[in-house]
């Protein structure tokens, strides 16, 4: 079976570009904001006491958690507007068939199509 260039069209291509583009620069708004206010939470553990302070500790695992979330998808988000830029977006990085635009429009930076995404554990 060949593999074919994309078939989507150039505006559908633009479309899922700038998609790819609002979220990223969402994203990096929220960890500039998210950065400003974890200085905020080491402050503030100087006078809380201990159950707080699990309170404080629980909550900064968690943000590490959301962090390490939003770095993730930032890389995908940043593989996906490379491989715009290179003409090979839209294709399963697994099985490299055309993953469903459908998908695509559900989360613009899908590298795989929902047969391999879902084998995926
Ligand atoms: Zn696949």
């Given amino acids: 079976m060949a593999v074919s260039k ?3 069209t150039k505006s559908e291509l ?10 990223q620069a969402t994203l990096l708004e929220i960890e500039s904001a998210a950065k400003a206010s974890s200085q905020t939470v080491v402050l503030d553990q100087t006078s809380v006491g201990r159950v707080s302070r699990m ?3 629980q909550g900064q695992a968690m943000a590490i958690e959301t962090a390490q979330r939003r770095t993730l ?4 988000i940043a593989a996906a507007l490379k491989r715009l830029a290179q003409d090979e977006y839209g294709f399963c990085l697994d099985c490299a068939k055309l993953i469903n635009p459908k998908r695509l429009e559900f989360d613009p930076a899908a590298n795989r ?3 391999c995404a879902s084998s995926q554990c």
Avoid: G, P, S
Wanted: net charge positive.
């Fill in 73 to 76: 998808r930032l890389t995908q």
């Fill in 14 to 23: 633009a479309a899922f570009k700038k998609l790819l583009h609002i979220e």
């Fill in 55 to 57: 309170d404080a500790m």
């Fill in 113 to 115: 199509c929902i047969q």
């Fill in 6 to 8: 994309t078939n989507m």
